[in-house]
């Protein structure tokens, strides 16, 4: 993993659990969570407020794994890429729960 790629992985982390915390803190205890809509922007996979929120940064920790452990060089702007991915589905699932709480 290339220094960038480290900085970016943090940054993306860091940013995930500050979504993460203010779903946690506005969000019930018994909320659950869309994390998959349909092709009609319909949530069909619910789970609850637990899962929801830390999915996301559960699979930033596994990508960040993945990227420091290859053994090919690859373009750093691709996992940079999926970083930000990670981070807008983070922002996007807590601001759907939030607002439809």
């Avoid at 609850?48 to 702007?77: D, H, W, Y």
């Amino acid at each position: 993993m290339t220094a960038a790629e480290l900085g970016v992985a943090i940054s993306t982390l860091a940013l995930e659990l500050v979504f993460t915390v203010y779903g946690w803190i506005r969000l019930p205890p018994d909320a659950r969570v869309a994390i998959h809509w349909g092709i009609r922007l319909q949530p069909n996979t619910i789970v609850p407020k637990p899962v929801g929120l830390l999915i996301v940064p559960a699979l930033t920790l596994v990508l960040s794994g993945i990227i420091a452990t290859r053994t090919s060089v690859e373009r750093p702007v691709v996992s940079m890429v999926c970083f930000g991915l990670l981070l807008a589905s983070q922002a996007l699932i807590v601001a759907y729960a939030v607002r439809h709480k």
